[in-house]
T-cell receptor
Framework: RKEVEQDPGPFNVPEGATVAFNCTYS??????FFWYRQDCRKEPKLLMS???SGNEDGRFTAQLNRASQYISLLIRDSKLSDSATYLC???????????FGIGTKLQVIP | ETGVTQSPTHLIKTRGQQVTLRCSSQ?????VSWYQQALGQGPQFIFQ???????GRGNFPPRFSGLQFPNYSSELNVNALELDDSALYLC?????????????FGPGTRLTVL
């Protein structure tokens, strides 16, 4: 089983739609969780950290479920500019061992 | 922009050669991590340097080595290049090397091995 699993997609959604991505992780000792966004042929950029209490940033909401070992990202009112690959990132260990998922590709269609 | 820079942006090498990639971390950051991202895959952790010491390593062979300098910039060296080493190499800097620290990525170096 992979340490971090994501559905690679692509998810094709119309503008204005709500879309949700899930990501599961295998290491129950994982401590930190993030969502990164990566545009084609560019570097990953931090979208948001994910906390146990859940957190929201504008149209984006991230949730962590430690019992089931998954994190989620919800995007409301999708914009064309949201088209990108969304990478789930899990960090664990005494040093900063960071594991990325394969990424979920989102395409927002006019 | 994150303030993390990498050089060169693109590089073409042949199998068996050696390559050095460079990374300048964001001001105030003392930790640099290196990742390999093959086409269609997520970044894979190679290793991390914290205050000039290797602070963790992923599942990469010894021909992948690195350095961190007193100014916290870093190099990734790859010896005996193989075709499968063709990838985007990303460095990321952060402040303290702990598991909760956010990493900021540079634009990457795209390596092609022929």
């Amino acid at each position: 089983r992979k340490e971090v699993e994501q559905d690679p997609g692509p998810f094709n959604v119309p503008e204005g739609a709500t879309v949700a991505f899930n990501c599961t992780y295998s290491n129950s000792a994982s401590q930190s969780f993030f969502w990164y966004r990566q545009d084609c042929r560019k570097e990953p950029k931090l979208l948001m950290s994910v906390y146990s209490s859940g957190n929201e940033d504008g149209r984006f909401t991230a949730q962590l479920n430690r019992a089931s070992q998954y994190i989620s990202l919800l995007i409301r009112d999708s914009k064309l500019s949201d088209s990108a690959t969304y990478l789930c990132v899990v960090s664990s260990g005494g040093y900063q061992k960071v594991t990325f998922g394969i990424g979920t590709k989102l395409q927002v269609i006019p | 922009e994150t303030g993390v820079t990498q050089s060169p942006t693109h590089l073409i090498k042949t199998r068996g050669q050696q390559v050095t990639l460079r990374c300048s971390s964001q001001s105030g950051h003392n930790t640099v991590s290196w990742y390999q991202q093959a086409l269609g895959q997520g970044p894979q952790f190679i290793f991390q340097y914290y205050r000039e010491e290797e602070n963790g390593r992923g599942n990469f062979p010894p021909r992948f080595s690195g350095l961190q300098f007193p100014n916290y910039s870093s190099e990734l060296n790859v010896n005996a290049l193989e075709l499968d080493d063709s990838a985007l190499y990303l460095c990321a800097s952060s402040t303290a090397g702990g598991p909760t620290d956010t990493q900021y990525f540079g634009p990457g170096t795209r390596l092609t091995v022929l």
